[in-house]
C-alpha cells in the first residue's frame, strides 16, 4: 500500500531537517579555533617564565595546556561523531589521515567520551588547586576545595552511571 503524499512529504521534511545541526558544529570550529588562540596566549605568556620556574609551576603550566589540549579534543570528537552521527557522512575513508575512530562512534559512545572528558579535565582543575597550594604565600580556600572535589566525584558517579546505563541496556538488547 502506497503512503499518502501528506505523510511522504512530511517525513522527507523531517529528515531533511536534520541539516539545521549543521550550523552548530561550523559553530564549534570558531570555538575550537578561539581554544587554540587560548592556548597559545597561555604558552606564550608562560614561555618568558620557565628559566625561572618551579617544578610545581612547571607542572601547572603544563596541566593548563593538557587541559585546553584535552578540551580541543574533546571538541573535534564532538564536531565529527556528532556531524556523521547526525547530519550525514564525512567522506574521507581513503584520507590516509582519517581517524580510526571516525564513523564507529555512536551517541552512547560519544556520551561517554564526553563524560570521560570531564572527568579528565575536572580533575586537571583539582590538581591544579591542590598545587597551588604548594606556593608560597597561597592559603587554603576549604570551601573552594571542598567544592572542587563534590563537583569532581559528581562528574565521576555520572560517568560511572552512565556506563552502568549502556552495559544494562547492552545486555537487554541481546535478550
Known amino acids: 500500500m502506497k503512503k499518502p503524499v501528506l505523510e511522504t512529504w512530511l517525513e522527507r521534511g ?75 557522512k564525512i567522506d574521507t575513508a581513503s584520507h590516509e589521515d582519517r581517524p580510526e575512530w571516525m564513523g564507529t562512534v555512536d551517541f552512547s559512545g560519544l556520551k561517554m567520551k564526553l563524560i570521560a572528558s570531564i572527568v579528565a579535565i575536572s580533575a586537571i582543575a583539582l590538581l591544579k588547586a591542590f598545587l597551588k597550594l604548594t606556593e608560597p604565600g597561597q592559603t587554603v580556600d576549604q570551601v573552594r576545595l571542598f567544592w572542587l572535589v563534590m563537583v569532581h566525584l559528581s562528574f565521576v558517579v555520572s560517568g560511572v552511571l552512565l556506563a552502568v546505563m549502556d552495559w544494562l541496556n547492552a545486555k537487554v538488547a541481546k535478550s
Open 14 to 88: 523531517l529528515f531533511a531537517s536534520r541539516w539545521l545541526m549543521a550550523p552548530f558544529y561550523v559553530g564549534l570550529v570558531v570555538a575550537l579555533a578561539a581554544l587554540m588562540v587560548v592556548f597559545f596566549q597561555e604558552l606564550f605568556q608562560e614561555l618568558p617564565r620557565v628559566p625561572s620556574m618551579t617544578p610545581e609551576s612547571a607542572i601547572l603550566m603544563a596541566l593548563t595546556l593538557i587541559d585546553l589540549s584535552l578540551a580541543a579534543n574533546l571538541m573535534v570528537i564532538v564536531i565529527l561523531s556528532g556531524y556523521e552521527n547526525f547530519v550525514s
